[in-house]
C-alpha cells in the first residue's frame, strides 16, 4: 500500500473547508439600522461590500437592509434581539446550517475564482467582499487578503462549486 503525497508547496491555490461557525442573517429597515446597531453592540455598515469587526463577531453588508453576523457565541446577539425587537422591528435568522465556508488562497486563488465568477474579483478591496455567483451557484466572496479569499457555498451546491475548483487546480497544475 502506497500513500498519497500533495505537494502543497506547488499546489496553485489551496481550497480549505472552514469549521462550521455560528451565522446568522439579519434584516431591519434602513431607518432603524443604527437603533438596531446600539442594541445588538454590533457596527451594521452602511455600504453594500462592507465588513466590520468587533470583538467576536464580524459583520458583513448584502444590501442596503441585509448583513451576514458570524458570531463566536450565538446566545448573546440572539438574547440582544430578542430584547430590542418590541421597539426595533428586525429579522434575525440562523442560517448557520446553510453554508459551507471555502478558504481559497495562493498565488492563483484569484485565477481559481474568476473562472467561474463574472465579477471583477481582482477590483474588490481587501476586506470587502460581495454576493456574486460562481458559474452557475449564487455564493458570497469576502476579500481577506490580496491572495486569500473566503467563499460562502449553499451546502447544496458546494459538490458543484467544488468540482469546478478541483478542475481548475488540474489545469492550472498542468498549464492548460
Known amino acids: 500500500m502506497t500513500t498519497q503525497r500533495h505537494d502543497f508547496d506547488s499546489a496553485p491555490f489551496l481550497i480549505e473547508e472552514l469549521p462550521w461557525h455560528p451565522r446568522f442573517s439579519l434584516r431591519v429597515r434602513p431607518g432603524n439600522r443604527a437603533a438596531l446597531a446600539a442594541a445588538l453592540s454590533l457596527d451594521l455598515p452602511t455600504a453594500i461590500g462592507q465588513r466590520a469587526t468587533a470583538a467576536g463577531a464580524e459583520v458583513f453588508c448584502l444590501g442596503p437592509d441585509e448583513w451576514t453576523i458570524l458570531v463566536d457565541n450565538a446566545a448573546p446577539l440572539v438574547a440582544a434581539s430578542r430584547n430590542a425587537y418590541g421597539q426595533i422591528p428586525h429579522s434575525l435568522v440562523e442560517i448557520s446550517d446553510r453554508e459551507i465556508t471555502l478558504r481559497i488562497s495562493g498565488a492563483q ?31 458570497t466572496l469576502w476579500r481577506d487578503d490580496r491572495q486569500d479569499f473566503r467563499m460562502d457555498v449553499w451546502r447544496s451546491f458546494l459538490p458543484h462549486v467544488r468540482a469546478i475548483l478541483d478542475q481548475v487546480m488540474v489545469e492550472l497544475r498542468s498549464g492548460l
Open 109 to 139: 486563488a484569484l485565477t481559481a475564482l474568476t473562472t467561474g465568477c463574472p465579477r471583477d474579483i481582482e477590483a474588490m478591496p481587501v476586506g470587502q467582499g460581495a454576493r456574486t455567483l460562481y458559474d452557475s451557484a449564487t455564493v
